[in-house]
């Protein structure tokens, strides 16, 4: 579980590309939604903005958000 300014309750990334127990290597952070998931995407912005922050504490190098369509 990885807390934000934003999320103190934490949040749980659907993909996370890392060195665990270290904050220096975090590469990649991803979010996945499909288009049978009526839940609002802001949501997995906000986290993706907020893991992504370099003046934040994890810093990730990148944030990518996939939404999976019918077609």
């Keep these: 579980m990885k807390k934000t300014p934003r999320r103190l309750a934490g949040v749980q990334p659907d993909i996370i590309v890392h060195r665990r127990e270290r904050n220096d290597e975090n590469?990649?952070?991803?979010?996945?939604?499909?288009?049978?998931?009526?839940?609002?995407?802001?949501?997995?912005?906000?986290?993706?903005?907020?893991l992504t922050d370099q003046n934040g504490e994890y810093h990730y190098g990148l944030g990518v958000f996939l939404e999976i369509n019918e077609d």
């Design 27 to 50: 590469i990649l952070v991803a979010e996945i939604k499909g288009w049978w998931n009526d839940n609002s995407r802001n949501d997995d912005y906000m986290k993706l903005e907020d």
